[in-house]
Every structure is written in structure tokens, then in C-alpha cells.
């Protein structure tokens, strides 16, 4: 079982920076997959960026491609996004979700606000 927990959210001028941390409890969490997705009002979840394992893998929206970067400290059990140059429609609740096969994402955290003003 593992419990996720978001945090690093907040309000953020447009151009702004902030990064978001995935803490995870377990002692395997060093054996998951991680994705980060969000969710703006009114529209469907999307994917955001994910990471394999061991680090040495991820993949990005398009949206995000050059803006955003994912990393993970398996040593922290934590999983990053650092979000530069941010703009209002990257406005939305952001999630991290983790699970053994990649894109297969059996636990989710509760979730982090991200605003970005203009």
C-alpha cells in the first residue's frame, strides 16, 4: 500500500515558477511508476508528465514540453514537478498518482491547487 501526499501548490503570477512535491509512504515506493496529471474546472483530467522507476524515463504533455521537469528522489520517496514559466491555463488541481506498471496508476494523492494569475 502506498499513501500519497501533494504539496507546493499555491497562487502564482503568470511567468512564475512553483514545484510541486509527491510525498509517498511505503518502502517500495523506489519500485513505482509516478505520474503527475491535473484536472481544471470544468474539463477532464490530463495527463502531465510521468517518470519511470529508476528515474532515467519520463515523458511530457505537449502543453508542458520545455516548461515543466519531473524528477524523483527515491531516497526522499518523493517525486518533484517543477513548473517554470506558468500560465493561466496551467491553472487546475494537480494530482500524483504511482503504481508498478507505467501509466497503470493504482494510488492517487488528494490532490494539490495550482493558480496561475494573469
Known amino acids: 500500500q502506498v499513501q500519497l501526499v501533494e504539496s507546493g501548490g499555491g497562487l502564482v503570477q503568470a511567468g512564475g515558477s512553483l514545484r510541486l512535491s509527491c510525498a509517498a509512504s511505503g518502502r517500495t515506493f523506489s519500485t513505482y511508476a509516478v505520474g503527475w496529471f491535473r484536472q481544471a474546472p470544468g474539463k477532464e483530467r490530463e495527463h502531465v508528465a510521468d517518470?519511470?522507476?529508476?528515474?532515467?524515463?519520463?515523458n511530457y504533455a505537449n502543453s508542458v514540453k520545455g516548461r515543466f521537469a519531473i524528477s524523483r528522489d527515491n531516497a526522499k520517496n518523493t517525486v518533484y514537478l517543477q513548473m517554470n514559466s506558468l500560465k493561466p491555463e496551467d491553472t487546475a488541481v494537480y494530482y500524483c498518482?504511482?503504481?508498478?506498471?507505467?501509466?497503470?496508476?493504482?494510488?492517487w494523492g488528494q490532490g494539490t491547487q495550482v493558480t496561475v494569475s494573469s
Open positions: 517518470i519511470n522507476w529508476s528515474g532515467d524515463s519520463t
Open positions: 498518482a504511482a503504481g508498478h506498471v507505467r501509466y497503470n496508476y493504482a494510488y
